[in-house]
């Protein structure tokens, strides 16, 4: 589930340069050993008291966690459950509503039923939605659903979400942190290519490439 990493990573880069907008509250560790670290000592600290912004520190880093470090079952339905208390203690908060719809929906890959697969995913889905439907212009819940779209197999039919989204956020950065936009152009490729409109596709992914700004760019000019 490498979307979540994409996610958190976008996120801090915008931070790191100083970018004015509404962006993740929550700086995440580097490294796996890191987060894990920091997780317990979170856990420790909310055993003796609740406090709404550590809850919700350790929401953010348990979704990394499940998406990239640990990405079984065991350590997802710990995000979720922590996710769940993360949203009561910061009603109102969009981008942690849409992290705890995204990491829903990775619930549906544990489940044998198709039935419970479906419930999972659209259970998901209207939590990223309603998020989104409430401040359309967060940056980190747009980040959530445009990435989780765009990984969702195409007969549930998200990808159209991911396009609108990536867009959204294209405006959004505007130019001050290449590398962000980089990322964003290189997705709005990918989502025009999975839309079967390969034109549309390569122009993004020039776009990419042309900013020569790392990775991104990197992949963007292997696509073409």
């Not at 520190?57 to 350590?75: N, Q, R, Y």
């Not at 203690?89 to 942690?96: W, Y």
């Not at 849409?98 to 419970?116: E, I, P, R």
């Not at 867009?167 to 962000?180: I, Q, S, W």
Request: charge should be positive; include cysteine.
């Amino acid at each position: 589930m490498q979307h979540i990493y994409l996610i958190i990573l976008g996120l801090i880069l915008i931070l790191g340069h100083g970018v004015s907008c509404a962006v993740a509250q929550t700086a995440i560790p580097d490294t796996a050993v890191e987060r894990k670290a920091r997780a317990a000592f979170l856990e420790q600290s909310l055993a003796r008291e609740d406090h709404p912004e550590k809850v919700r520190e350790l929401a953010m880093i348990s979704a990394v966690i499940a998406g990239v470090d640990d990405p079984t079952a065991k350590a997802t339905t710990r995000a979720v459950t922590i996710l769940a208390r993360a949203t009561q203690a910061n009603p109102g908060d969009s981008e942690l509503m849409a992290a705890h719809g995204s990491v829903l929906t990775m619930m549906a890959k544990f489940q044998d039923q198709t039935s419970q697969q479906l419930r999972y995913v659209k259970k998901g889905f209207r939590m990223m939605d309603r998020a989104l439907k409430k401040d359309p212009d967060n940056i980190g819940a747009l980040l959530q659903r445009a990435n989780n779209s765009l990984h969702m197999p195409l007969f549930l039919k998200r990808t159209h979400y991911a396009k609108r989204d990536f867009e959204r956020l294209l405006d959004l950065a505007g130019n001050k942190v290449p590398g962000f936009r980089a990322m964003i152009l290189y997705q709005l490729g990918q989502a025009h290519q999975l839309l079967k409109d390969p034109a549309s596709a390569k122009k993004y992914w020039l776009q990419a490439a042309s900013l020569k700004a790392g990775y991104w760019s990197q992949q963007a000019a292997a696509n073409m």
